[in-house]
C-alpha cells in the first residue's frame, strides 16, 4: 500500500494530468449547475426545459455521472441559464 498524498482525487485515480484536469473542470462545472438548479428549486422536468436537455440528462447531471458530459456541453447548459464561465490559467505546481 502506497502512502502517496495527491492535491485531488482526480489526480489519484486519472492516468495522465490531462485527463486529470479535464476531470477537475467538469466537475466543478456540474457543481455549478447542480446548486444552480437546486437554488432555484426546480424539479427535473423544470431543470431540462431551462437548460434545454431531457429529464433523463439532467437526471444523469444530479447523479454526477461525469463521463456523460463533456466541457462543451456543460458550458452550454451553464450559458442557457444564465450563468457566465471564466477560465484562469496558469503554471502547474
Avoid: Y
Avoid at 489519484?12 to 444552480?36: C, F, G, Y
Amino acid at each position: 500500500m502506497s502512502n502517496e498524498t495527491f492535491a485531488s482525487v482526480w489526480d489519484a485515480i486519472e492516468d495522465t494530468p490531462a485527463e486529470a484536469e479535464n476531470m477537475k473542470l467538469r466537475s466543478t462545472l456540474m457543481v455549478a449547475l447542480e446548486q444552480h438548479i437546486r437554488a432555484k428549486g426546480w424539479t427535473q422536468a423544470e431543470a431540462a426545459r431551462q437548460l434545454g436537455v431531457t429529464q433523463p440528462r439532467v437526471s444523469d447531471l444530479l447523479r454526477g455521472k461525469i463521463n456523460l458530459f463533456t466541457l462543451d456541453t456543460l458550458v452550454n447548459m451553464l450559458v442557457a441559464v444564465g450563468l457566465h464561465v471564466e477560465v484562469s490559467v496558469r503554471k502547474a505546481a
